[in-house]
């Protein structure tokens, strides 16, 4: 063949090229618009109350002696907030921080779901089992949260928390057993229960999954080797943190030693895994004036005193929480893709090119004439785990501040307080019988009754010094303040959903994707067993697991978790904030893969385990196919089982 100016040129070009380029875009936006869309309210607890008290975010507003906003002011809040061309401008601010990104839920997206294509179901109510269960949980993290991650799933294991007199353990050190045990006595945590769900005729098929997630699949209940584990199989496996937050890789030279070190190799540099160290025991916002300082904006950070001067290897859910405090978001995720991508020697997902089918049923290998870097390599894979990121944070961002505007745990625990000591003036009474159920149910004044809960409000009253002053008044017995291990307690937005946990689940969903879905931990990283941070020592040792029988995959499921409930642990989320967030940002990274399918001209599948253990494969072949096609081997629909029982169409909302 002869070579002249027009055989060296690429085919389609020039103008046929754009004209290419300009219908896939078409298509991208003919995928998106296919989704079934559906409105999903809020709990509308915000309009139940008349002075929208005291389940709704108000943090950065303007809160009188009792930590109360008038409606006026969140009136004004909210109408800043989901105006059509908001502005800002309204809303009365006070104090030093500034609520962040509050808009980011308006902006649009030009590829992938947009912010308003996917929503999440109502937060639990007030007043409600799961609700006390969910700050029941809370509160034991806050007591729990200097106990080595390699004694939680200890049954035995000895706390610092000593049952009070007249109690059948009086004397006693309560073991993570113990602890558990009171958690089983919530009436959320009784599997036997049917009703007391979000509708008023029992659970949702949602919420179910939900609640069935908290416990242990064996045995079908909250067990101890379980306690505070993602809702995923994968993430109950194995020691408690994730081995992507503990290991390193191979160095430049191939040489092995670095990965019991928790060094990764990045290019010409290195990651350290270590953290810098929180002084344990070091809690904030247990006395009322420092909460309402917070809750009126007040800029608070950790003081030298708070740290100690060391960096470590997470050992605690403190370490955990200082982690998550300081994270860039995506920031966990970029380092387990370029933990695979050394370790595994770039081994995708069998569905990318270059690749050739071999035998039946199809085998697929890689080409020997190509390898993977723009696309389908280590920076495509990069790239797509910080691309995402963006779009999930704007998909939460509407969540939050756009449609739920739900309260952090801080603030449930301020009013349990106040309710518990009487002062409840400017509350509405029906607001106030509903706490009150909530201290009845968390067996408030029951701290001695050993088949009533009630021990765990003992503990943390006792946390926090035995009595609370509010608005010059002193009370005790009644300290049910969350001890923070932010020095400035929550963030400014809302609760639901959760950032942290949205991002999480967008990441590792791309990360799932991504590779081989075979892949195990034992060849990824040649050990054996996995590896735990020894308390005494501070360096990994054995935590006993075979690490070939356990999936990549799987412990992508515990690194979501981990990210996601370390903001648990600090107390600024509940569990709901994560359960929810981590399936919608799932669909973000599902929406941004099928619509980028149309920029390939091979043929392309990507499959993956999804949050609820179903299997979804995102596929496209440009000669046989007009669009992707997303395939989920459960039933319903999948864009929609997050909201299931919970949506309407959106048409007939209209």
């Not at 008023?200 to 306690?227: F, M, N, P, Y």
């Not at 449930?412 to 518990?420: D, H, I, M, N």
């Not at 005790?476 to 303040?481: E, F, G, I, M, S």
Request: net charge negative.
């Amino acid at each position: 063949m002869t070579l002249d100016r027009n055989s060296i040129r690429p085919k389609p070009d020039g103008l046929d090229r754009i004209t290419e380029a300009s219908t896939r875009r078409e298509k991208m936006a003919e995928v998106a618009a296919d989704r079934p869309l559906r409105k999903v309210y809020s709990n509308e607890e915000e309009v139940t109350y008349s002075n929208a008290q005291p389940s709704s975010f108000t943090k950065g507003l303007p809160h009188n002696a009792l930590g109360l906003v008038e409606r006026a002011e969140y009136t004004a809040f909210v109408g800043d907030l989901t105006e059509a061309n908001p502005q800002m401008n309204s809303a009365a601010k006070v104090g030093e921080r500034t609520w962040e990104s509050p808009l980011a839920g308006h902006y649009f997206e030009i590829e992938g779901p947009d912010p308003a294509q996917f929503t999440m179901a109502p937060a639990p109510k007030l007043g409600g089992s799961e609700l006390c269960f969910e700050m029941a949980s809370v509160y034991v993290m806050a007591l729990l949260r200097d106990v080595p991650f390699a004694d939680l799933a200890n049954p035995d294991y000895a706390t610092n928390l000593i049952y009070p007199a007249g109690h059948a353990k009086a004397g006693d050190a309560a073991t993570i057993k113990d602890i558990v045990d009171e958690l089983r006595k919530l009436s959320w945590a009784d599997p036997t229960r049917k009703t007391f769900g979000f509708r008023s005729a029992g659970l949702t098929a949602h919420e179910k999954r939900r609640r069935a997630a908290l416990w242990d699949k064996a045995t079908g209940q909250l067990e101890v080797g379980t306690l505070f584990r993602g809702s995923t199989e994968g993430s109950k496996v194995g020691p408690y943190l994730s081995q992507f937050l503990l290991l390193g890789t191979r160095n430049r030279q191939g040489e092995t030693d670095n990965i019991e070190k928790g060094i990764i190799t990045y290019g010409a540099q290195t990651i350290d895994q270590r953290v810098a160290e929180n002084t344990a025991g070091h809690d904030f916002m247990q006395t009322w004036v420092e909460w309402l300082d917070v809750q009126n904006g007040a800029n608070e950070s950790f003081a030298d005193a708070d740290w100690t001067g060391d960096e470590v290897l997470m050992k605690s859910a403190r370490d955990l929480a200082t982690y998550v405090h300081f994270d860039q978001l995506y920031q966990a995720y970029l380092n387990a893709g370029m933990m695979i991508e050394i370790q595994s020697g770039g081994l995708k997902d069998q569905g990318l090119p270059p690749a050739v089918d071999e035998g039946t049923p199809i085998v697929k290998t890689r080409s020997a004439t190509s390898q993977g870097f723009a696309t389908w390599g280590g920076p495509h894979m990069l790239s797509l785990v910080t691309e995402v990121a963006t779009r999930a944070l704007r998909a939460v961002r509407r969540q939050k501040f756009q449609i739920h505007r739900r309260a952090r745990p801080e603030v449930l625990a301020a009013r349990l307080t106040q309710v518990q000591a009487g002062q409840t003036n400017g509350m509405d009474a029906s607001a106030v019988t509903k706490i009150q159920s909530m201290l009845a149910e968390l067996g408030a004044d029951n701290p001695a009754d050993d088949t009533r809960p009630g021990v765990l409000l003992h503990w943390i009253n006792a946390m926090n010094g035995g009595s609370v002053d509010i608005d010059g008044n002193e009370y005790a017995d009644a300290n049910y303040l969350l001890p923070m291990a932010f020095a400035e307690g929550s963030p400014m937005h809302p609760a639901y959903g959760a950032g942290h946990a949205t991002v999480a689940g967008a990441c590792v969903t791309i990360l799932k994707a991504f590779y081989r879905s075979d892949l195990t931990m034992k060849s990824l990283f040649g050990l054996d067993h996995f590896k735990e941070v020894d308390p005494a020592t501070g360096q990994l040792k054995s935590a006993g697991v075979l690490a070939e029988d356990v999936l990549v995959s799987d412990e992508l499921d515990k690194l979501a978790a981990n990210i996601s409930i370390g903001r648990n642990w600090a107390g600024v989320h509940y569990y709901t904030d994560y359960y929810d967030s981590i399936r919608l940002g799932e669909r973000i990274a599902a929406g941004m893969l099928e619509e980028q399918m149309l920029t390939y001209n091979e043929p392309v599948e990507l499959t993956f385990r999804d949050f609820d253990g179903e299997m979804v494969v995102i596929k496209y072949d440009p000669d046989t196919n007009d669009k992707p096609e997303l395939h989920y081997h459960g039933t319903g629909d999948w864009w929609l089982r997050p909201v299931e029982g919970f949506y309407q169409a959106l048409v007939a909302s209209q």
